[in-house]
């Protein structure tokens, strides 16, 4: 993907997103840091378009390699951080994973710029297997988790994290 997505094509795409105030339109508290875990649900499940599925026990298990990561990296403390959840759907459907991480924070079938722009700004963005997400990606300058893309036909740059 370097080839279309090199330095120079990143730079034009984030000075274009720039270009335009964007308000406040993130609901991120800016005394923290941000973990945005794009999750697709609304127009995908397990049986409808497969391709596209990852299970709430796969996101669980990044969600946790990233934050090991944080504890680990002694740079930070991941109590700086609030994790959100951006999606569609109920959360009832989240259910599984908001048992894990009770303090997570839902973000469901809201603006879809405002789901954009929240993963633009995330000091991580956590990616689904999605366009949607993969622009948003490429917009963001900070830690990109790609790991749903490896066997997916977006393939991830080299400078996204596989964890």
């Known amino acids: 993907p370097e080839f279309f997505y090199n330095d120079k094509v990143l730079a034009i795409l984030r000075e274009i997103y720039n270009s335009n105030p964007k308000e406040d339109i993130a609901p991120y508290d800016k005394a923290k840091k941000h973990i945005a875990l794009h999750i697709r649900r609304g127009d995908v499940n397990a049986v409808k378009y497969p391709s596209r ?14 934050i090991d990561n944080i504890k680990k990296d002694g740079n930070d403390n991941i109590e700086n951080y609030d994790i959100h959840i951006l999606s569609e759907g109920e959360p009832a459907l989240f259910k ?6 009770p303090n997570i924070k839902l973000h469901l079938s809201i603006d879809i710029q ?38 997916w036909w977006h393939k991830p740059l080299k400078t996204w994290c596989i964890i």
Do not use: R
């Open 53 to 66: 599925w990852t299970s709430d026990e796969e996101y669980i298990k990044l969600l946790s390699k990233v």
């Open 96 to 101: 599984t994973i908001t048992n894990v991480y």
């Open 114 to 151: 405002q789901t954009f722009h929240m993963m633009v700004l995330a000091n991580v963005l956590i990616m689904s297997k999605s366009s949607f997400c993969y622009s948003a990606g490429l917009i963001n300058k900070n830690k990109v988790i790609a790991n749903n893309l490896v066997k």
